[in-house]
């Protein structure tokens, strides 16, 4: 019998309603397509959330464990058993992107359907092969929007990846790994963009801020806006310690947050010299799974990226910042010059790898993360309360209920920027927003 809180955990993962159209056709289809398997029959099924309610916001995931007969060329490495019966199993991961309520609007707006296939059927597997077979993300077997938007996966954690401890944060050797992966990302994405540049212009050409349309503007809004509206108020009413000058630059920002987020991610980077990479564009610790070492089960081998949904042809200080401030344990937050110096040996590295003609030097690289910095404080505000939320069973902290100004969401934000995680790094002396507020070149940012 599992410990109270492995149990709860696992009830949270089993008690699950499946959607009728992840159905036995739709599985088939997915092991025909995506393993070559002919004249598939599906003998047993069993479904599974493969994440919590409330740790996966844009979508539902499913955990589809199948037994079926069928014709094999060969052992695929995803298929686990063959049974004596004849039987063979494989473990499906499938997400649902739905197309009702506000999560829905949203998806349409960004296309994030239309950019998470793209990804996964086509460029991540050529930046692999271009790099030796890094292996970025799982296989995608199969992707339906009719009757709903549906990605069915290869299952990760068949292969020994597995999520990580979002509160906890990662440590230094683990956010190495995730430095030296998106560096190998990021320069393929770069010679990948050589090759085929209407590709990367036209489909990833933004991130948040869909500009043929605004239908979830007001839904983007709220959850950005509240939550440094929530911010400001537990900082003035609750946190003795924290410095009263910045919570009055945090009002002063409050009018054009969103605005000048927007505008930061709207940037030609191009323009003054900077240059453009394919960005993960949700780079944080939920999106990145982990695999232990066999041998050392205390230490992590390779990380492996999930989500590509929001995916964006920009300055690569889009991902460096984001993953900087979402990330680290609070030991590690003293060295992140250090993992940007990880992060460029590998980036360089490759670059020279793939023969590339012209590598960013670090200065160049150090200017990109400059850029974007606004983008940093964006997500020290608004994203990380969220990625170091206690867990509780007094709210479900979904996208629905963040976006909504009723009860559940003032109740999920009060949780978030109260949580002691959170506070630990924010609110010390405010050293995190200090480094922010006191830099000159942020005072752009800012209203005085």
């Not at 009002?251 to 709207?266: D, F, I, K, S």
């Not at 066999?294 to 690569?316: C, M």
């Not at 992140?336 to 012209?358: C, G, M, N, P």
Request: net charge negative; charged share 25%; aromatic share 10%.
């Amino acid at each position: 019998m599992p410990a109270r809180e492995d149990k709860a955990a696992f009830d949270a993962l089993t008690d699950v309603s499946v959607p009728p159209y992840i159905n036995e056709e739709l599985i088939a289809t997915s092991i025909a397509d995506g393993l070559r398997v002919k004249n598939v029959r599906i003998v047993e099924r069993t479904v599974t959330r493969a994440v919590p309610v409330g740790d996966n916001y844009m979508s539902d995931v499913f955990r589809i464990v199948v037994r079926f007969t069928g014709e094999t060329d060969g052992c695929d490495r995803s298929i686990r058993r063959v049974a004596a019966d004849g039987t063979q199993t494989v473990s499906l991961v499938v997400k649902s992107l739905p197309s009702a309520g506000k999560r829905g609007t949203i998806i349409e707006d960004l296309l994030a359907y239309e950019k998470e296939v793209a990804m996964f059927q086509d460029v991540v597997p050529k930046l692999s092969r271009m790099v030796k077979d890094t292996f970025f993300a799982a296989r995608c077997y199969h992707a339906t929007n009719q009757p709903e938007r549906v990605i069915v996966f290869e299952d990760l954690k068949a292969l020994g990846y597995v999520n990580s401890n979002r509160q906890a944060g990662f440590d230094f050797h683990q956010c190495a790994l995730v430095m030296e992966k998106i560096g190998r990302f990021h320069a393929a994405s770069m010679r990948l963009a050589e090759q085929e540049p209407e590709l990367m212009r036209k489909q990833f050409n933004f991130n948040m801020f869909n500009p043929d349309s605004g239908k979830s503007m007001e839904d983007i809004e709220a959850i950005f806006g509240k939550g440094l509206e929530k911010l400001i108020s537990v900082a003035k009413t609750q946190w003795e310690d924290f410095d009263p000058t910045i919570v009055a630059k945090l009002e002063r920002l409050l009018p054009e947050y969103v605005e000048r987020l927007r505008a930061c991610l709207q940037q030609d980077v191009e323009s003054d010299g900077g240059f453009r990479v394919l960005n993960h564009g949700d780079l944080w610790s939920n999106n990145i799974l982990l695999r232990y070492d066999p041998n050392e089960p205390t230490t992590v081998q390779d990380v492996v990226f999930v989500d590509l949904q929001i995916s964006f042809y920009t300055s690569p200080g889009i991902d460096l910042n984001y993953v900087l401030a979402n990330c680290p344990n609070y030991e590690t937050r003293s060295r992140l010059d250090e993992l940007i110096d990880v992060y460029y040996r590998s980036f360089s590295a490759t670059l020279r790898q793939l023969k590339y003609h012209t590598i960013p030097t670090m200065e160049q690289v150090r200017r990109e993360i400059h850029r974007m910095e606004f983008f940093s404080l964006v997500s020290i505000v608004s994203v990380l309360p969220i990625v170091l939320m206690d867990k509780t069973d007094e709210v479900v902290a979904d996208m629905e209920s963040l976006m909504d100004g009723g009860e559940d969401g003032e109740k999920a934000r009060e949780i978030q920027y109260n949580g002691v995680n959170y506070q630990r790094i924010e609110k010390g002396k405010g050293r995190m927003f200090a480094k922010h507020f006191s830099n000159n070149n942020w005072m752009q940012y800012f209203i005085m």
